[in-house]
C-alpha cells in the first residue's frame, strides 16, 4: 500500500504542477483558445491564484515526506487539492461540460486515497 501511496502522489504531483505551471504561465486568452473554456468564468488573477495552489499541492505531496520534515503535510496537500478538484468539478458542472469533469472527478478520487491512506493505514511515522 506504502508504494502504490508514494506512485499515486507521484503522478497526482506532476499533473498538479504541469497544470499549475500552465495556469501561471500562459495568459488566461490563450488558455481559453486551447481549449480551457473555464477560464472565461474567472479572472486572470483567481486562474493564477488557482494554478499557485496546484503547485503547492504538487510540492506539499512530495517534499515533505521526500526531506522528512513534517511529512504530516502530504495528506494536508492532498485534502487542500481535493478541494480544489471539488471546485473544478463544480464548475465543469455549472458549464455542463458532462465529459470533461470525468478528469477532476477521477483525480479527486486520487487525492482522497493518497489522503485517507496517509491519514490512516500508512502514515510516515515508524
Do not use: Y
Not at 481549449?35 to 503547485?55: K, N, P, Q, Y
Not at 506539499?60 to 513534517?70: K, M, N, Q, S, Y
Not at 471546485?87 to 469533469?101: C, F, I, N, P, Y
Request: glycine share 10%; hydrophobic share 65%.
Amino acid at each position: 500500500m506504502n508504494i502504490a501511496l508514494w506512485i499515486v502522489a507521484g503522478l497526482l504531483a506532476v499533473g498538479s504542477l504541469a497544470g499549475g505551471a500552465l495556469k501561471l504561465i500562459l495568459p488566461r486568452a490563450r488558455l481559453a483558445a486551447s481549449g480551457w473554456g473555464w477560464v472565461e468564468d474567472f479572472s486572470a488573477g483567481t486562474v493564477r491564484a488557482i494554478g499557485t495552489l496546484e503547485v503547492l499541492a504538487a510540492v506539499g505531496l512530495i517534499l515533505p515526506a521526500v526531506l522528512d520534515i513534517a511529512p504530516v503535510l502530504v495528506p494536508v496537500a492532498a485534502v487542500g487539492l481535493a478541494l480544489l478538484l471539488i471546485g473544478a468539478t463544480v464548475t465543469h458542472l455549472r458549464r455542463h461540460e458532462a465529459k470533461v469533469m470525468v478528469v477532476p472527478l477521477a483525480l479527486l478520487a486520487l487525492s482522497v486515497f493518497v489522503a485517507l491512506g496517509r491519514f490512516g493505514p500508512q502514515p510516515f511515522t515508524v
